[in-house]
């Protein structure tokens, strides 16, 4: 059975930090590219940040979060990690991490791409 699992989020001032960590078990972790989505309230899911398969040598993220944002991944942890700086209060949404168990890379921003969700993890920036 796979599951993800995220952790980190919380409530942090605008400017501010936080890490999320998304933990898979039940799949091949190595082999599957692994990504970030998020949704504000009332606002659809949208495509925060990717990470390709077995070296995570490629990375690609959402405009907006360009250059603030960084994804990683530790394979002997089976861990997705996404290191958010420089926070606003438009990064308030819950978190969701994904799996795509096939290791494609090219489609990953779309969210068909991804068989498995975690339960997502709710990050709030205050002004």
């Known amino acids: 059975q796979v599951q993800l699992v995220e952790s980190g989020g919380g409530l942090v001032q605008a400017g501010g930090s936080l890490r999320l960590s998304c933990v898979a078990s039940?799949?091949?972790?190595?082999?599957?590219?692994m990504a970030w989505f998020r949704q504000a309230p009332g606002k659809e899911r949208a495509f925060v940040a990717a990470?390709?398969?077995?070296?995570?040598?490629?990375?690609t993220y959402a405009d907006n979060v360009k250059g603030r944002f960084i994804v990683s991944r530790d394979n002997s942890e089976n861990t997705v990690y996404l290191q958010m700086n420089s926070l606003k209060p438009d990064d308030t949404a819950v978190y969701y991490c994904?799996?795509?168990?096939?290791?494609?890379?090219?489609?990953?921003?779309?969210?068909?791409?991804?068989?498995?969700w975690g339960q997502g993890t709710q990050v709030t920036v205050s002004s």
């Open positions: 039940g799949l091949s972790f190595s082999g599957s590219t």
């Open positions: 994904a799996a795509d168990v096939g290791g494609s890379w090219g489609r990953q921003n779309i969210q068909a791409s991804y068989a498995y």
């Open positions: 990470i390709i398969y077995w070296d995570g040598a490629s990375t």
